[in-house]
């Protein structure tokens, strides 16, 4: 069957939308005849009646019915697609809002697979706590790590994260009672709402209720981590970002400890955002590494 006019369907779209030919026309800026006969030759060539005329009025027929939730999904695609094109000014340059730590444990680490399998694109890092204004700021996408409720902004969650005891190579002897070997040691506090509730429940599993905590309180995961390599004392740090210090031998992880995060690795933008190429193909990269990163 030869494809109908563009313009005929989106006469009747609009004209059903609006529930006549009069509010079609006025809304198109065109005549009442002309949606009538783009209408009709939408409708000869289909051989269907899409509207029952009336003396006053038109009614969807079945077909018309049938026709038009398809109607709003393709044109709904071509809006999509134009805004798509129209809203990405730098379509070769992927702008990222990360979070500081997420950036300098894990994403700096992982630069070299990102050039390897992403040539095509040059990614610019924003390392920042503050979640960008997506129409002030000139950013396409963020990584948070969070619930995911980001208000006027669409979520995606990327992964999960668990809580571990991360030491100095040598610092806890994981053969011996660790109770007794951290009861010794400093506390290299993270302050944040899974780490104290992992706290809690570390504390509650050892009995260190005496224990004290770190006067050094840091609210920066990377810190931390870092403060942990200098043997400091142990930390609770994320499985996730801790994995290259671990592969590099700077870093050891209790193995009978693990504290599920209640908050957890989203991909946050405005919903048009996920629709840009650069941004499905960094998407992808992204899941990719994150499978192989725990």
Request: charged share 20%; glycine share 6%.
């Amino acid at each position: 069957m030869k494809a109908p006019p563009l313009k005929g369907l989106w006469y009747f779209k609009t004209a059903a939308e609006l529930g006549g030919f009069k509010q079609a026309a006025e809304a198109l800026f065109v005549t009442q005849a002309a949606v009538s006969q783009q209408i009709r030759l939408l409708e000869q060539q289909l051989g269907i009646l899409l509207f029952e005329r009336q003396t006053r009025k038109v009614m969807l027929t079945q077909q018309g019915h049938a026709l038009l939730p398809y109607l709003h999904k393709a044109f709904g695609q071509v809006e999509m697609g134009l805004l798509t094109l129209k809203a990405d000014p730098s379509p070769s340059t992927i702008n990222l809002t990360v979070l500081p730590s997420f950036a300098t444990c894990w994403l700096l680490p992982r630069l070299a697979s990102f050039n390897k399998a992403l040539p095509n694109y040059q990614l610019r890092i924003d390392p920042t706590e503050q979640l960008a204004d997506f129409h002030q700021d000139d950013i396409d996408i963020g990584i948070r790590f969070g619930l995911g409720d980001y208000p006027g902004l669409k979520s995606e969650l990327l992964a999960e994260d668990e809580l571990v005891i991360a030491y100095r190579p040598g610092l806890i002897d994981p053969s011996q009672p660790i109770r007794m070997q951290l009861s010794k040691l400093n506390f290299i506090y993270d302050e944040g709402r899974d780490n104290e509730k992992a706290w809690l429940a570390l504390n509650h599993q050892l009995g260190l209720m005496g224990h004290t905590v770190s006067n050094l309180k840091i609210d920066n995961a990377a810190l931390v981590q870092q403060a942990t390599v200098a043997g400091q004392g142990f930390s609770l740090l994320r499985r996730r970002l801790v994995n290259q210090s671990l592969e590099l031998g700077q870093l050891e992880i209790y193995p009978d400890f693990a504290w599920p995060c209640e908050y957890r690795y989203y991909l946050v933008a405005p919903e048009r955002h996920f629709e840009w190429p650069k941004l499905k193909a960094f998407r992808n990269w992204l899941v990719a590494e994150l499978r192989t990163s725990i």
